[in-house]
Each structure stands twice: as C-alpha cells, then as structure tokens.
C-alpha cells in the first residue's frame, strides 16, 4: 500500500509553485512531499532516477512506482482526501482520454497562464530578490524600527 509520495514541479514555473502550494493545503489521504526538479536531494532519495522532464509534473511513490504527465495529475490528486473520488473517477475508460487532453492543456499552456496571470516561479522571485540592493541606510532608526511620516 502506498503510504507517500514525492511530488516533483518546476520550481521556474509561477503556474506549477502555485500548483504546488495548493496541494500542499489540501487535506492528503497519504503523506505528500513537494520537491522542485532539479533539489539536490533527489539524487539522494531516489538513486538511479532519470532527471525529470521539466515540462511534466513528476510523481514518485514510497513502493518504487514514477509516474509523468496525466499519470502524475492522477497520482497528485489520489493522494488528496477531497479530489481522491475525482482521481478514481477520471481513470475509468471513459474519462481518461478527458483527463489526458485536460491535463496537457494545462501542461502545455502554463508558461502562458503564468504571463496571463503575472505568476513567477520561487526561483524566479528567489533570483530577483537576490540582485536588489540593500534597502537605503537604516542607521537613524536606532532600534531597527522606524516609522514612516
């Protein structure tokens, strides 16, 4: 019985970090771990692992399965207490070639949603925030608290 997973996203992706804090929230029916593609530690938990394709979510399970693309979306969603039914729902015969098309949709067009929506990646806003400047002279605050007139 799969008791965890590792959930790997594309941490330059504003769409995917969104994606990936949602999931987070969620109530989870098994024990979740997100992992941004590329984390040092992978290597480390999971030897032998091919790197990830970063267009595609990536999932892994405590029993050795990894599973990419819709099988990940799948796999992400099971793991949810609330969106399990709708996992279990969308793999049946019938709605899976819609799940499929939907979950690629998605894929395919999230660097467009994330310009759509002004959405940065972590490692975006972690860049960014690196290269600016130390905020202006606070030496008259005295105690580090100042207040604005």
């Known amino acids: 019985m799969i008791r965890q997973l590792w959930v790997l996203y594309d941490a330059e992706c504003g769409f995917c970090c969104n994606c990936a804090r ?11 771990q997100l992992l941004p593609q590329g984390d040092p530690r992978l290597a480390e938990l999971f030897p032998g692992l091919p790197p990830p394709p970063r ?26 207490r609330d969106w399990r039914p709708w996992s279990v729902r969308f793999a049946t015969p019938t709605l899976r070639p819609m ?3 939907a979950f690629e ?15 940065r990646g972590d490692a975006q806003i972690a860049a960014t925030l690196h290269q600016m400047e130390p905020a202006g002279d606070h030496s008259r605050c005295g105690d580090g608290r100042c207040s604005v007139a």
């Open 99 to 101: 799940a499929r098309q």
């Open 105 to 119: 949709l998605i894929s395919a067009s999230r660097h467009g949603i994330n310009l759509l929506f002004g959405l």
């Open 22 to 32: 949602w999931l987070a929230a969620q109530p989870h029916a098994v024990a979740v």
């Open 55 to 80: 267009a595609e979510l990536t999932v892994v399970d405590d029993r050795g399965g990894v599973y990419f693309g819709d099988n990940a979306w799948l796999m992400a969603m099971w793991a949810l």
